[in-house]
């Protein structure tokens, strides 16, 4: 990413510090409060754990190939797909959702930068923080196997509870220390969560550029504003959750503790207010990619994209409405039950209507079927399969005897990999000749996206029958005399070839990093703002402020009537872009030093708790120091051979 500043004199703080704004190498990425920077490293993040996650549930579907195999053990199969499933969801797809929001908002919105850059960069060393006490569990379980670490709990070091971590088996009695690093972890990805929710919040409310009004924003900025309301709601409900958790372990309260009066039935109701509508914190930042990529490749305008944005919002918050259809067999009664079961039927209409609406934009068009797009439709099609059989689980009769089976598994997994996964991948290809300058080159990429939708679909498309046959899932093996070997080898052999479609996309990636086919401004002739900028954008994104007069700015300027076509106001003396700053990053290591020590001083590992005090003491510390560090910025001055476009 190209950097107009390196002539610039070098700028002290109010603390007498000199600033890192003009550095190189990784200097520059450490204390950087680029957007777009922090982007790549939120997407570099997210891949990476997507791997981790992914190699996690190889070594459960080997286990479950065939009957009663001794692969892994129960242990570590527990182990396993609790990590899994907080891996994917925490560490896989909420960075990769990051990566767009941080990249994407603040181009398609005309902005030179996010609201509050620092903040932003805090958010990021914070997660970073978070996911490394989750994971760092790992490192200590293989101390253990080697005997040079033996905490309290013995071989519950790695969080082993469910990625749902279910009252009372995550009370000291149940659970080892593998409980504290997964609640301190948690704690310190919510923060980071609602930290950069309210930087978006406040920079897609009061950054867009002149004559971009709500109704002219595209649809994955008005995903990302929701997702950030859901965000900020949502959050709270597990943070309570966790604290609760937290004192009862280290405490001995009574929060969820059934022997001294507590009700573990309270976790699951905090832990499902927050648990469902981070489904659609999931789910509708990809809806907003969809409705990004379709109309690029159909070639014409969204269809009904006031619906499609209102159907947004009601989705968020119908979110909040039905997050007991998660407990219909813990006895919650008739009214309860028959009130949760509608609104979760109700919650499909505002799905169907975006699902229309995406039809429609497609029906007519003059389609290209390149990458993205087969993306794109391949989200519908896994998505609605997902849909569909959630639909059944709102019937609560139909739930009992689903809850605990493998059809539920398949249900999720079809709205998680299907859904999600597809779109992010999708949004991959659509946006990475933006981020990165270069071009995509072959049929690489159509061969992985045939190979993961055949793989997701002789995966999960089995489950359903395991989940009706009577498959309990959470079980490490099951008996020959059940019956369900030959479908598990089935979803074994399925998990596998999607694997395989997923290393592809990985290799197409690093054939496009290597590859010097440039990209140039608009590769797919698309109708948002950040197609305006250079590929890979300048520091400053623009070097004028884009003036909006239409929907899809950049498509009417480029195809419209002159009244549709966009102007350009020319800030005259320089643009002002904010200081880099060290502390967001000092932060975010006082974080992960407090999380593992205090994780490990719940294991009766000698001195940590005063490591911990020390991580708390770098946390202030570095809280100080930004406060007093000042503003601070500088000027750029855009380089004199622009496009017409930007002149």
Partial sequence: MSDDSHALKPEKSLLGLMRPDHSRGWVDWLTTVDHKKIGIMYGLAGLFFFIVGGIEVMLIRIQLAQPELNFISAQAYNQLFTMHGTTMIFLGAMPLIAAFFNFMVPLQIGARDVAFPRLNAFSLWVFMAGALVLNISWLFQLFYLF???????????????????????????????????????????????????????????????????????????????????LIIFAFPALTIALLELMFDRLFETNFFRVEQGGQPILWQHLFWVFGHPEVYILILPAMGIISEILPAFSRKPLFGYPIIVFSGAVIGFLGFAVWSHHMFTTGLGNIATAAFSLLTMAIAVPTGVKIFNWVGTIWGGRIKFTVPMIYA???????????????????????????????????????????????????????????????????????????????LNLTFGPMHWLGLLGMPRRTHTYLEETGFGTLNLWVTIGAFILAFGLLMVFIDMIILLRKKKTAGKDPWDARTLEWTTDSPPKVYNFHATPVIRSRDAYWYHKHGTPEQKMGWEDEGKGIHMPSQSWFPLLIGIGMAVMGTALSLHSGGVPFMGYIGIAGIVIVALGSYLWVFEGPGGYHIHPDEETSDDNS
């Fill in 147 to 229: 005997g040079w670490f033996d905490p309290i709990g013995g071989k519950d070091i790695v969080p082993s509870v469910g990625w749902f971590g279910y009252a009372p088996i995550t009370t000291t009695e149940f659970s080892g220390i593998g409980s504290d690093f997964w609640v301190f972890g948690l704690q310190i990805l919510g923060i980071a969560s609602i930290a950069a929710s309210l930087n978006f919040i406040v920079t897609i409310l009061n950054m867009r550029a002149p004559g971009l009004t709500m109704m002219r924003l595209p649809v994955f900025t008005w995903m990302a504003l929701v997702t950030s309301f």
């Fill in 377 to 455: 439709v391949g989200f519908i099609w896994m998505f609605m399969m997902g849909g569909f059989s959630g639909i059944m689980h709102s019937a609560a009769p139909a739930d009992a005897q689903q809850q605990d089976t493998y059809f539920v598994v398949a249900h999720f997994h079809y709205v998680i990999i299907g859904g999600i996964v597809m779109a992010l991948f999708g949004g991959l290809y659509y946006w990475l000749p933006k981020i990165t300058g270069k071009m995509w080159e072959g049929k690489l990429g159509y061969w992985a996206v045939g190979f993961v939708v055949v793989g």
